[in-house]
Each structure stands twice: as structure tokens, then as C-alpha cells.
């Protein structure tokens, strides 16, 4: 039986500002405004849920249906530098310049307006608000909109500093896209609900997000 409430997770006892170090990357372009992400040592205390707790081990319950998934698009997400609106909100601009969107039936590039609003959590997560202008090869306008959730494990964090790129087996990195659009061609994409994984990720010079994109059926 589920408990009738369930206490908040502890932060033990971190400071709030321990989970918003400034991280300067530099580029040909010059340093890149300060990004408050968590350091390796916050990462490495982030206390994971009592599963237990909140029924979802097996006993506690168990599914009636069953997720399915079939491949949708890959898409290329140019990053410019973030601007700083809080303490733990960063704005990104994202470039139209080397953006890409491939998949059956459709290919289509990133237009302005689009951007990415990445906010801190307390517990040190990362959850991300992208709302993209997608323009097809052969002229149809299509909004994109997804959340996501990044958990990046230490090392990762250290090399994302650097300005190194990671991929999905160092970070957790999902988002959930749906899509608007009044074209009648791309219409289908009206009624799709997407799960989207991270497969590379990469700040500084290159800095880039790319998804693998999926319909959920």
C-alpha cells in the first residue's frame, strides 16, 4: 500500500550556492558568460529516491500496458552563449547556422526565433525548456516544444567544463517534444507524443546538443 505522504528528499545540508558554481569555457570568440551548473562534488551527494517509498519496485505495484517506441528523427541543436536571468536560469539562443532535423518523410533546419531556458534544480538536476522554429526543406513552418531532465555524473561534468563532448552513456539527458504546425503535409506531427535521448552533448567552441527522437505509440 502507498504511504499517504512522502517527505521531500534531503539536500544534505548543502548551501545553495555550492550548486551554482560559475563555469567559464573559453573559444576563439572569447570567455563565455558564466553558466551555474553543479560541481562533481554536488553531483556525487545528489541522494537517489527511496523507491521503495513511493511504490515503484517490483510488489509495490505492476503495470497494466506497456511503453512503445519507433524511431522518429535525429535532430542537431547548435548552442550559442547562455544569458544569465537568475541565479539558476540560463537563456540560450540557438543558431539556425548548422542545425539540422532528419528523419523518414521529413528534413527541415532551425529558424529564429528558438531557444533553450536551463534551470538548476535544488537537488543539483538540470531541466530544460526548448521551445524550436523549424523550417522543412520545401518551405513548411513547424513548431517544436519539449522539457527534459539532465543528470550528468561527475567525470562528465568535469569534461563538459573542459569543453569536451559527452554522449548518453556519461549523462542522463531525456526530453519529451510534441510538435504544431498548419501544414497539412507535416499535420501528422500534430498528434505525435516524442521521448527524445540525448547522443551528444558539448559546450565552448562546438557547442551543440544531439537527440536520437522517438514516437511513443
Known amino acids: 500500500m502507498l504511504p499517504t505522504a512522502v517527505s521531500p ?14 563555469v567559464h569555457l573559453h573559444s576563439q570568440e572569447g570567455t563565455v558568460q558564466p553558466f551555474q551548473l553543479p560541481t562533481p562534488g554536488d553531483l556525487a551527494h545528489v541522494p537517489a529516491p527511496d523507491l521503495a517509498l513511493i511504490g515503484l519496485v517490483e510488489g509495490a505495484a505492476s503495470p497494466s500496458t506497456a511503453l512503445e517506441t519507433e524511431y522518429l528523427m535525429t535532430l542537431y541543436v547548435p548552442l550559442e552563449r547562455p544569458l544569465s536571468a537568475a541565479d539558476n536560469l540560463k537563456v540560450w539562443n540557438i543558431r539556425s547556422q548548422g542545425s539540422w532535423l532528419a528523419g523518414p518523410g521529413i528534413n527541415a533546419k532551425i529558424v529564429n526565433p528558438s531557444g533553450d531556458w536551463a534551470r538548476v534544480m535544488p537537488s543539483g538536476h538540470i531541466r530544460v525548456d526548448v521551445r524550436l522554429t523549424l523550417e522543412s526543406d520545401d518551405g513548411h513552418t513547424i513548431s517544436m516544444f519539449y ?34 504546425t498548419r501544414s497539412e503535409k507535416y499535420s501528422w506531427l500534430n498528434g505525435v507524443q516524442a521521448i527524445g535521448k540525448m547522443v551528444s552533448f558539448q559546450r565552448g567552441g562546438e557547442s551543440h546538443v544531439k537527440y536520437d527522437i522517438f514516437r511513443v505509440k
Open 9 to 22: 528528499l534531503p539536500l544534505n545540508g548543502w548551501p545553495r550556492t555550492s550548486l551554482a558554481e560559475a
Open 147 to 180: 522539457n527534459g531532465i539532465v543528470h550528468m555524473k561527475a567525470d562528465a561534468m568535469q569534461r563538459v567544463m573542459r569543453g569536451e563532448s559527452i554522449t548518453d552513456k556519461e549523462a542522463y539527458f531525456v526530453v519529451a517534444p510534441t510538435f504544431e
